[in-house]
Each structure stands twice: as structure tokens, then as C-alpha cells.
């Protein structure tokens, strides 16, 4: 049962200031209400005001302005999977490079078995264990994609693990098919299989989620995925594309063309693209956990938050390249390294992922949505973008309800 609660004497960042998405100057606008109040009732914000709220029969929180925001939305994960990569992070430490391990069957490939290996069950399990770490810090809604199966079984058995997971995990998730991940050395035919198999299936089974793939160097061309998407275009299913991780290939351009929901990592994206990408409607999504773990590459997220782009920024969480469930740690990379702003960084994983999630009544603090909110140990929001490490998030409120809870309101 959700609580009726009162959340009084915060530093409210409403996001309830211009058009959704945000883009350019509007991601600065956080609609801050400087001492602000919310009440909760039935899994919904109820009020929201400038003015104390008194309610005898409801619980109160006095936030003592410390900042009460919307919770985080963590609009690109790969926190599905079994096993780890721990041997060939030490390969790494080596000198063996993210291509030359995937290229020698590793990587991606090395989860792929692991999760071939693994029971439904057993994936359900794992991937709950994860989302309990994203809810400790801050996320209540997320995006999750398959990609290590890679046949048509076993992307079915991730799609039912992710499926079982939002029916009992107490935030929201958007289930995404990346069939396109990664191609199986061992299936020659393993493109022509994807397109003529296994997306017939998850259609089938699945047939609103959608579809993904990721285009690079000894993964799929930009041949090879437009195939894809064309396929799955013509059955109806919406697009994102991995793209331009490493090497810019020209995916960029079609994914625009196709009309795909969002293009994501973009660190290797010439300014000229970005700007192409910032005055569409495709959403560019910017993953700095990678760039952290990797490489020490970034998206140029000043250059195209400039140009106008709706930025969405997320953890990119998976066992290889990011293996972090931190929005807190994703921000501050991004505020360090992609050269946005901790109020940009802000509206890009909450308002902006809300929206390219399709989740209409999230990411905003306003009347009538559900309440997912945090509560920071900071009265200034800037702290995210400053401090790295350690815990920000002090209070979890999901659906209604406290979830997390280091102040000991509800021991």
C-alpha cells in the first residue's frame, strides 16, 4: 500500500519549466521552487506548492532544503546478463584492447555463452540483484535490452527474464530487443538467420518492443543493420541504434532517416553530425561510464547540447564497458567529461529519458504523476556534478512508496 506522505521545506527541481524533451538552453531550467512542499497519495504527487502543506492523516518529511527531485531514469542498460568478465578485464590491464578482445571472441561473446548457459530463472535472479543496486541509487525506472543470446531461444529466454522483472520489481521497465548486439562467429549466416529468424520471433512474442543493434567495426555494418531495421520497420517496431562508439561509419545519418528513437554513445561523432542529430527528432544518448572504463573517449555533449540536441545521458550498465548501476557516478563523468552542466546532466536522465522512454507521466514533479522521487544529502543540486563516489541519495520514493531510506524516517 502506498503512504500518504508530505514532503515539506525542499529545495523542489520540478523540471516543470518549457517543452519535453528539453534541448539546448532549456536543459538549464530545473524549475526550482527555492523552499518548496509535495504531497503523495495513492502512488501520486497530489500537490505540489511553494507553500507548507499540513495534513493530519498523511506522514511528513521535513527535508531541512535539502534538494527533492525526480528520480533517476536510466535510459540505456544491458543489466541482463550472467556470468562476468573479470579475466579479460585483467587482458585489459594488459594491454588488450575492447576491439581486439571482441574480435578474438571475448567480449560480448564471452556473456553470450554465459547466457546460453543460464535458466530464465537464473537471469531473473542476477538482473533483480542489479536493480536492487539502481533503486539504492536513485533509479526507479529503467531501460533494460537483450543482446546476449543471439539466437532465437536464448533472446527469448533474456526478453522473458526482463518481462518476469517488471512485473515484480517495484519501479519501471522498458524492455528493449538489441538483436543486433554483436554477430555470432560461429553462424556464418548469422546475419540472414537475425533478420529472417529470430526478429520474426520476438515480433511474434514481443511485438511492440524495440528493436536495437549496435553498428562498429567487427559488429554489425551500416549495411547490415539498415537491412535489420527495414525488416523491423515494415512489422512496425521503433528503433535505436548503437552507434559510432569507436569509429564513425555513417550509421548516424540512416538512423535519422529511419526515423529511430534515439542514437547512442556518439564518441566518436564529428561536430558536423552532432549537429545534424541535434536539429532531428532522433534523441542523442551519451553513455560517460563507458568512456570512464574503455578508453578515455566521450561524446562532445557541450557541442551538441549548443546545437540543440535533446541529450539523454544513462550508465550504459553491462558486465564489459560499464559494468556501474550509478546515475550519481554518471553525472559526474558527464559533467566532467562530457562538458555539460550538473543542471543539463539533470534534465538529461530524468525529463529527457522519461521521454525517450515513453514513460508520459515521469521524469517532472507535477500534479498527477506518479511520485518517484529522491531526496539528495545535498541543498545544492551542483553537489552531483562535483562529488564523485560515496552515497547522494538519502531518500527513495517509488510508485508511493519509501524504498530506500538512510535517514531512518520509516525504521
Known sequence: MSRSLI??????????HGPIPRRG???SDLGVIESGSIMIQDGRISKVSSQHITDQNSIEIDAQQRVVMPSFIDAHTHACWAGDRLDEWELKQSGATYLDILKSGGGIMSTVRAVREASVEQLQAQLMRHLDAMLHEGTTACEIKSGYGLNTESELKM???IHRAADSWVGQITPTACIGHAKDPGDPNFVHQT?????PAIHERYPNVVID???EEGAWSVEETEALFDAAQ?????LRIHADQFNELGMLESAINMGALS???LEATSNQCLTKLAKSNTMGVM???SGFHVDDRYADGRAFVDAGGGLVIATNANPGSAPCFSMPMSIALAVRNLNITAAEAISACTANAAYLLGLEDNGTIIAGNRADLIMLRHTDERQLGYEFGGSHVQLVICNGNVVHDTLSYFE
Open 263 to 265: 542514437v547512442d554513445h
Open 195 to 199: 533478420i529472417n529468424e529470430i526478429l
Open 287 to 289: 553513455l560517460p561510464c
Open 234 to 238: 515494415k512489422l512496425r517496431h521503433k
Open 7 to 16: 514532503i515539506n521545506n525542499a529545495r523542489l527541481l520540478t523540471l516543470d
Open 213 to 215: 543493434a549496435y553498428t
Open 159 to 161: 526478453l522473458e527474464a
Open 25 to 27: 538552453s532549456e536543459m
